[in-house]
C-alpha cells in the first residue's frame, strides 16, 4: 500500500514524514497521562477517502504502511488517548499488533471498518464475522 504523498500545510510539525494528516486544535495527543483535551478522531486508509475525512476534522493517514498503523496504535495506548479510529478494511484484515490489541482491549479507542471505494465491500469486524458465522456469507446472495 505504499504511495507517495505530500504534507498538509495544515499538518503540525510532528507529523511523520510522507503522511498527509490534520490536527483539530484541542483534539491533539496529550502527555504521559492521556488526553484529557477530547477525543481523537483517526482516518487510515484510502486515500480518495482521506481528503474527505480531512475537511472534517480527522487525523488524515492515506494508505498507510503496516509499521506507521502498529505505531500509532501502541502510541494511543502508551498515552492513554481516547480516539475514534475509521480504518479502511484491508488494514482490519492485516495482522498489526497494535490495531489487534486496540480491538481487542476495547475502552478509550473505538475502530471502525470502512470499505474502499475501488472494491467490492466486506467490512472486516467482530460483528460481520459472527453474522456471516451464523447465516453464511451474504456473498452468493443477490
Same mark, same amino acid.
Given at each position: 500500500m505504499a =504511495?507517495? /504523498? =505530500?504534507? =498538509?500545510?495544515n499538518a503540525g510539525p510532528d507529523q511523520e514524514a510522507g503522511t498527509v494528516s490534520h490536527r483539530v486544535a484541542g483534539l491533539s495527543p496529550g502527555g504521559g497521562q492521556g488526553n484529557h483535551q477530547g477525543t481523537r478522531? *483517526?482516518? *487510515?486508509?484510502d486515500e480518495s477517502l482521506a481528503d474527505g475525512f480531512r475537511l472534517i476534522g480527522f487525523e488524515t493517514y492515506p494508505d498507510p504502511e503496516a509499521g506507521l498503523v502498529d505505531q500509532i496504535f /501502541?502510541? *494511543?495506548?502508551r498515552r492513554g488517548d481516547k480516539a475514534f479510529a475509521i480504518v479502511d478494511e484491508a488494514l482490519?484484515?492485516?495482522k498489526i499488533p497494535g490495531l489487534e490489541r486496540v480491538r481487542s482491549e476495547g475502552g478509550r479507542v473505538v475502530v471502525a471498518a470502512v470499505p474502499r471505494l475501488r472494491e467490492k465491500p466486506r467490512l472486516a469486524s467482530d460483528v460481520a464475522d459472527r453474522l456471516d458465522a451464523m447465516f453464511g456469507k451474504a456473498g452468493g446472495a443477490a
Amino acid at each position: 500500500m505504499a =504511495s507517495e /504523498t =505530500s504534507r =498538509s500545510p495544515n499538518a503540525g510539525p510532528d507529523q511523520e514524514a510522507g503522511t498527509v494528516s490534520h490536527r483539530v486544535a484541542g483534539l491533539s495527543p496529550g502527555g504521559g497521562q492521556g488526553n484529557h483535551q477530547g477525543t481523537r478522531m *483517526l482516518f *487510515l486508509g484510502d486515500e480518495s477517502l482521506a481528503d474527505g475525512f480531512r475537511l472534517i476534522g480527522f487525523e488524515t493517514y492515506p494508505d498507510p504502511e503496516a509499521g506507521l498503523v502498529d505505531q500509532i496504535f /501502541t502510541d *494511543l495506548i502508551r498515552r492513554g488517548d481516547k480516539a475514534f479510529a475509521i480504518v479502511d478494511e484491508a488494514l482490519m484484515r492485516a495482522k498489526i499488533p497494535g490495531l489487534e490489541r486496540v480491538r481487542s482491549e476495547g475502552g478509550r479507542v473505538v475502530v471502525a471498518a470502512v470499505p474502499r471505494l475501488r472494491e467490492k465491500p466486506r467490512l472486516a469486524s467482530d460483528v460481520a464475522d459472527r453474522l456471516d458465522a451464523m447465516f453464511g456469507k451474504a456473498g452468493g446472495a443477490a
